[in-house]
């Protein structure tokens, strides 16, 4: 199990690098680590794309930034 901390560092650089694409090139490694067989991989980036989903989701207007 990869801590929480390190799956949003993970989403934070794929952000950084990929910009409004990083969820489109989490999915396709997901599909790829499926298509694979590995199903430990799959899973961790599967958290990965949760965590660029909450990254660049719009924020309610009462609720805290961190």
Known sequence: MIPDLDIYRAAKLLLDRYGEVAAVRAERRVSELWDAGDAEGTAV????LHAVGELTRPRRDDEPVN
């Not at 980036?45 to 990965?48: A, F, G, H, S, V």
Request: without cysteine.
């Open 45 to 48: 980036w599967r958290q990965i």
